[in-house]
C-alpha cells in the first residue's frame, strides 16, 4: 500500500508568479484535502476534494484553486503569489469515511520571494 | 478566536518521565480528536485518535477526552529523547456528507533531555 506523495519537495518563486503543487492519495483512498502550514503555526485547511470536485472550503482567497482526477489524484494552483504564501503545503488523504484518519504526505515547502 | 488552543511550550521533561499535553477547543459539536507528531521539518504524523470520552491507551500514549470540559490530552510515558517534536492537537466537527475538515492548535514544542 503506497502511502500520500507529494511533489516538488521543495520550489521557490517569485512574488506574482503562479504554482502547483500535486498529490497522489493513498491506495484507495478517493478524498483529498489540502491544508497551508505556516511557520510556527498548525495546518490550515484550504479545501478538499471528493469524487472530482470541490465539496469543502476554508477561508482562503479564489487564488487558491484545486483539481481532483478520476485517479483520485489532486492539484493544488495559487495564483499571483504573494510572500505571505511562503508554507509548507501538505496533502492528506482519506477513505472518506466517518472517523477514517488523515495520513499527510511529505509536504511542499514552497518559499516565494 | 482560536477554536484549537495548546500551551505553545516549550515544553521539557528528563528522559523516563511522563509528558503531558494538553489541549482545549472551542465547538462543542467537535466529535473527533487527533494527536499528530511532527518533526522539525517534516510532516504531521498520526499517533492517537479518539471519539468517546475517557481514556485510549496505545503504547506508551494515552489520549484522554472529556467532552463536557472540551479538553483532550496526550501523555507521554518513559519519555524518550525521540519523542522530542512538536505535538499537534486537531478537531474534526464533520458529519456525514461534509467536508472532512481539521482544525489545529499551534503545537506544543516537547524536548525530551537526556
Known amino acids: 500500500e503506497t502511502g500520500v506523495t507529494q511533489s516538488p519537495t521543495h520550489l521557490i518563486k517569485t512574488r506574482g508568479q503562479q504554482v502547483t503543487l500535486r498529490c497522489s492519495s493513498q491506495s484507495g483512498h478517493n478524498t483529498v484535502s489540502w491544508y497551508q502550514q505556516a511557520l510556527g503555526q498548525g495546518p490550515q485547511f484550504i479545501f478538499q476534494y471528493y469524487r472530482e470536485e470541490e465539496n469543502g472550503r476554508g477561508n482562503f482567497p479564489p487564488r487558491f484553486s484545486g483539481l481532483q482526477f478520476p485517479n483520485y489524484s489532486s492539484e493544488l494552483n495559487v495564483n499571483a503569489l504573494e510572500l505571505d504564501d511562503s508554507a509548507l503545503y501538505l496533502c492528506?488523504?482519506?477513505?472518506?469515511?466517518?472517523?477514517?484518519?488523515?495520513?499527510f504526505g511529505n509536504g511542499t515547502r514552497l518559499t516565494v520571494t | 478566536q482560536k477554536e484549537v488552543e495548546q500551551n505553545s511550550g516549550p515544553l521539557s521533561v528528563p528522559e523516563g518521565a511522563i509528558a503531558s499535553l494538553n489541549c482545549t477547543y472551542s465547538?462543542?459539536?467537535?466529535?473527533?480528536f487527533f494527536w499528530y507528531r511532527q518533526y522539525s521539518g517534516k510532516s504531521p504524523e498520526l499517533i492517537m485518535s479518539?471519539?468517546?470520552?475517557g481514556d485510549k491507551e496505545d503504547g506508551r500514549f494515552t489520549a484522554q477526552l472529556n467532552k463536557a470540559s472540551q479538553y483532550v490530552s496526550l501523555l507521554i510515558r518513559d519519555s524518550q529523547p525521540s519523542d522530542s517534536a512538536t505535538y499537534l492537537c486537531a478537531v474534526e466537527i464533520g458529519s456525514s456528507g461534509s467536508a472532512r475538515q481539521l482544525t489545529f492548535g499551534s503545537g506544543t514544542q516537547l524536548t525530551v533531555l537526556p
Open positions: 479518539i471519539y468517546s470520552n
Open positions: 465547538d462543542r459539536g467537535s466529535q473527533s
Open positions: 492528506a488523504s482519506s477513505s472518506g469515511k466517518h472517523n477514517s484518519p488523515l495520513h
